[in-house]
């Protein structure tokens, strides 16, 4: 599967307990098919106190969501839209397919 999808690209979760919700890709992981994406998915992890956390206790973070659950918001109409990949002046580019925008 091509990931069109990059870091920094405002998505839209399109399916599961977060569907409507938007945020920006923190973090893609291309070989798993997943993307971490800014306040969605939180999980609760048990840390122990260590040198970057003094105190230790319950830690909330975001966790990977699968690619397959995003897509990238329309710059223009602000809805989900699926991408193109175009050449213009001999670089690759990436387009919204609902606007006909570049990216």
């Known amino acids: 599967m091509s990931l069109r999808l990059k870091k920094d690209d405002i998505v839209i ?3 599961g307990e977060y569907k409507g919700k ?12 997943r993307a971490i994406v800014e306040g969605i998915n939180f999980i609760r992890r048990h840390t122990k106190p260590n040198a970057k ?20 918001k329309c710059p223009k109409t602000g809805k ?9 002046d001999g ?6 397919k609902k606007a006909k925008e570049t990216i």
């Open 80 to 88: 989900p839209t699926r991408l193109g990949v175009r050449v213009e």
């Open 13 to 15: 979760v399109v399916s």
């Open 53 to 72: 956390n003094q105190q230790g206790g319950i830690m909330e973070k975001e966790a990977a969501l699968h690619m397959s659950n995003l897509m990238l």
């Open 91 to 96: 670089k690759r580019v990436r387009y919204s």
């Open 22 to 33: 938007s945020g920006k890709i923190l973090k893609v992981f291309p070989e798993k098919d």
